[in-house]
């Protein structure tokens, strides 16, 4: 099961790397220095279709099958997860969802722009008292004769700085157990970006708290029928990971690289340390772990373009991936010394940066649980 | 405007590249397109963008040539053929042009794009004999095209003393260097569509000639050896006080170096 043999796979990761090289490579650090993407970097990657990655083509997409997908996002992210992280917030959990459950007109209206890169997506479902437990939303869409009127406040939005078309989990006012998903463009009236997070790693990406204050949006922006909020969200969680998963296996791959290239020039002792057995076998740990969780992304991948039932496998995908990326890094470091645990060198970054893999889109432990639900849940 | 553009696919100098017995050894080897040729297909789809062109690439060589065709495709080529025959493996540039002149004759072009040269060997031949063999214009070291009419174009080249500019009456070769243009990444889209696009692959048979028709059984040159470039040697290293050190390089200069 090679997938990488395809030579249109082949391709896709030769041109995305030489493109990540050469246009996000010397900006990579810089960005980690603060909120925000290069608007010279972000025009560079619209008529490359890294906004549409699988859009249909009539609709100003490239549609890439899942598995060109999930080497776009590890490439990117190999070189500024950051951004491989805005990449595919936008193309799986901003974009998907309206491909699979929105009307044609809805299609027709949101996804051009999205697919040129004119309007970045964003996935609003956590609220301070919601995230794991999806049910515990409570920004409120009140049903009136002209459409809905939304309430509320969503935190941790990923690409909440930058972004133009959203999709917003609400419960109806009459009926707070039933959720729906709204899609509310950045111009409406009552809506509004708070200040930009802190955060510990992907500090490029402009992750923010949105707000929702008497926004009043049309009924046709009501993604699906009402009601299936949780539906979709779990269905665009699903392919998220996919990409989540690809994403974290990037980071690992970037720190897997630095860290062989250290080895090899770092002399101790009068010898490099990649000579050190305790050195090669911290090398061959994360070559296996990453190799696995590589395998695990492009079956998800490959189950998911076939049609066959993929939630359990980009679970595994995504957890494996997410653990993989933490302990690779650690690794890393660990082989880097001091100058592992300074800003000169990019190791230190990618620590940051993969932690957050293991709790966005699912944490692992939700992963586990989607895991455990479908085992448990399969005929014998 | 029917454009053939052609493409070699090449070893890639930047890796280390091993020598054993006067022969180039496979192990290891990669392969990539020809940069120039890279910048020659950038032209045509740059043409085929501003005045409607139809690009044509052809590859020439024994093996799979389907990766460098495919990425030229996403690029934005439209049609592509592959002269794939074993006896090409052993042929010289006059043979190469000739197999392009049977192409060229098959196809009704107005212009033919190559690079300058290849990266492998640096010759920088097949495309001007190419012009000689079909006794039509030919201007090399070309850094812009721009189209004037159905039957002319004003190239722009580098040339000892700066720059040239010539008209030049279609049908015309032109080999372009790497200043003519930045070479595009394919979109996503490209890559996508170019796994749909036929091949048209062919031996020499297939395209209506032979190995001895093309000259091929009577090549002008043949490679006898290769060797491997030799490493650079260590420079020396003086310390010391700056007149002792520099009374000490000057004698070496002159007595040993001889270049003083």
Same mark, same amino acid.
């Given at each position: ?39 010279? !970097? ?15 083509? +009539? ?81 409120? &869409? ?27 989990? &609400? ?15 950045? +111009? ?43 539906? =979709?969200? !779990? ?59 590589? !395998? ?6 490959? !189950? ?30 660990? =082989? ?22 293991? =709790? ?21 | ?73 996403? $690029? ?13 493996? #052993? ?10 002149? #049977? ?88 890559? $996508? $569509?170019?796994?749909? #696009? ?59 170096? #001889?270049?003083?």
């Amino acid at each position: 099961m090679d997938f990488n043999r395809c030579m249109k796979h082949q391709l896709i990761r030769k041109t995305v790397r030489e493109f990540a090289e050469n246009e996000i490579r010397p900006l990579a650090a810089e960005m980690d220095k603060g909120p925000g993407f290069p608007d010279d !970097l972000m025009e560079k990657m619209k008529p490359l279709h890294y906004f549409g990655l699988q859009v249909p083509m +009539h609709l100003g997409g490239a549609d890439l099958d899942s598995i060109s997908y999930a080497i776009v996002i590890e490439e990117i992210s190999r070189v500024s997860a950051a951004l491989g992280l805005c990449i595919t917030v936008h193309n799986s959990v901003g974009i998907y969802p309206i491909l699979r459950f929105g009307t044609r007109e809805q299609q027709q209206q949101f996804v051009p722009p999205m697919a040129a890169g004119e309007r970045i997506g964003a996935f609003c479902l956590t609220e301070a008292n919601a995230g794991s437990d999806a049910g515990g939303v409570e920004t409120v &869409a009140q049903e009136t004769e002209q459409g809905f009127v939304l309430n509320g406040t969503k935190i941790f939005v990923t690409n909440g700085g930058i972004c133009g078309t959203i999709l917003v989990f &609400a419960v109806s006012d009459m009926d707070p157990a039933r959720s729906s998903v709204f899609i509310v463009e950045n +111009h409406t009236p009552g809506f509004s970006v708070g200040e930009i997070e802190d955060l510990c790693g992907m500090r490029a990406n402009p992750v923010a708290s949105l707000f929702f204050e008497d926004c009043r949006i049309a009924a046709d922006h009501c993604l699906g029928k009402p009601g299936q909020g949780l539906k =979709i969200g !779990l269905t665009a969680l699903d392919t998220g990971r996919i990409g989540v998963a690809a994403q974290a296996l990037g980071i690992a791959q970037a720190a897997f690289e630095e860290s062989v290239a250290y080895a090899k020039a770092r002399q101790q002792f009068n010898q490099p340390i990649s000579r050190f057995q305790t050195i090669q076998n911290y090398l061959a740990d994360m070559a296996v772990q990453i190799d696995a969780s590589r !395998l695990l992304v492009h079956r998800a991948a490959a !189950l998911k373009d076939k049609g066959q039932p993929f939630s359990a496998q980009a679970a595994m995908a995504k957890l494996h991936c997410s653990t993989t990326a933490r302990t690779v890094t650690n690794l890393a470091v660990q =082989i880097h010394g001091g100058y592992g645990y300074s800003k000169e060198y990019d190791v230190e970054r990618y620590f940051r940066d993969a932690k957050v893999t293991e =709790i966005y889109e699912g944490t692992s432990e939700i992963q586990r649980m989607v895991i455990a639900r479908d085992l448990l849940t399969r005929p014998v | 405007m029917k454009i053939l553009t052609t493409v070699k696919k090449v070893v890639d100098v930047e890796l280390n590249i091993h020598v054993e017995n006067g022969a180039i050894l496979d192990k290891g080897l990669q392969y990539v397109i020809n940069a120039w040729d890279e910048n020659a297909v950038e032209a045509a789809v740059q043409l085929k963008e501003s005045h409607k062109a139809d690009t044509t690439l052809v590859s020439l060589g024994s093996g799979d040539n389907t990766d460098i065709i495919r990425k030229c495709y996403a $690029m934005g080529i439209d049609n592509a053929i592959h002269i794939d025959d074993p006896a090409l493996a #052993k042929a010289d540039s006059p043979t190469f042009a000739r197999v392009l002149q #049977k192409v060229y004759e098959a196809g009704d072009y107005d212009l033919v794009i190559t690079g300058k040269q290849a990266q492998d060997t640096d010759a920088g031949q097949a495309g001007i004999m190419l012009a000689q063999f079909l006794n039509i214009p030919c201007v090399s070291n070309v850094i812009k095209i721009e189209v004037t009419d159905d039957s002319h174009i004003q190239v722009s080249r580098l040339g000892d003393a700066g720059t040239e500019i010539l008209d030049v009456t279609l049908p015309a070769v032109i080999t372009v260097s790497d200043g003519i243009n930045e070479p595009r990444l394919p979109a996503m889209r490209g890559i $996508m $569509m170019a796994k749909k #696009k036929k091949i048209n692959v062919m031996d020499l048979a297939g395209l209506g000639t032979s190995f001895e028709d093309v000259g091929g059984t009577a090549p002008t040159s043949e490679i006898v050896e290769f060797m491997p470039t030799e490493k650079r040697k260590g420079g020396q290293k003086f310390e010391g006080e700056p007149a002792e050190v520099t009374a000490k390089v000057v004698d070496l200069l002159v007595n040993e170096a #001889k270049v003083l």
